[in-house]
């Protein structure tokens, strides 16, 4: 609970308990959540920022504008006869070669 007018609430629940315990535990919670909490939070926001900032400037000469660019080097590409031979081996599909003559006629 973070408000501008905290002490308002403090008052409130130690008039409404009578006792000083609600007063102290609201000091102690405000002094965490302001003091403690939002610097943790802030502390590792920054953190995170740094580590992508040198991150991004040890690796600034990638320049990815694909998910297939990064992976280029490792991809090892068929080629077309290795292609043809595998569409061949197709269990249900009969890929066979139209002979040339064939072309010439249906054209």
């Known amino acids: 609970m973070i408000v501008n ?3 308002v609430f403090v008052n ?3 008039n409404a308990t009578d ?3 609600s007063e102290l535990y609201f000091i ?3 002094l965490f959540v302001t003091n403690i909490g939002l610097n943790i939070c802030l502390a590792l926001s920054g953190d995170i920022h740094d580590a992508k900032k040198k991150r991004a400037d040890q690796h600034e000469e ?3 504008s694909n998910m297939y660019d990064i992976y280029r080097s490792d991809i090892k590409e068929p080629t077309s006869t290795e292609i043809n031979q ?3 081996q197709h269990p249900y599909i ?3 070669e139209i002979s040339s003559e064939r072309r010439i006629i249906s054209t």
Do not use: D
């Open 5 to 7: 007018q905290w002490y």
């Open 19 to 21: 006792s000083i315990w």
């Open 86 to 88: 595998r569409l061949y």
């Open 94 to 96: 009969n890929f066979r």
């Open 62 to 64: 990638l320049i990815v």
């Open 12 to 14: 409130g629940f130690r």
């Open 28 to 30: 102690f919670w405000y």
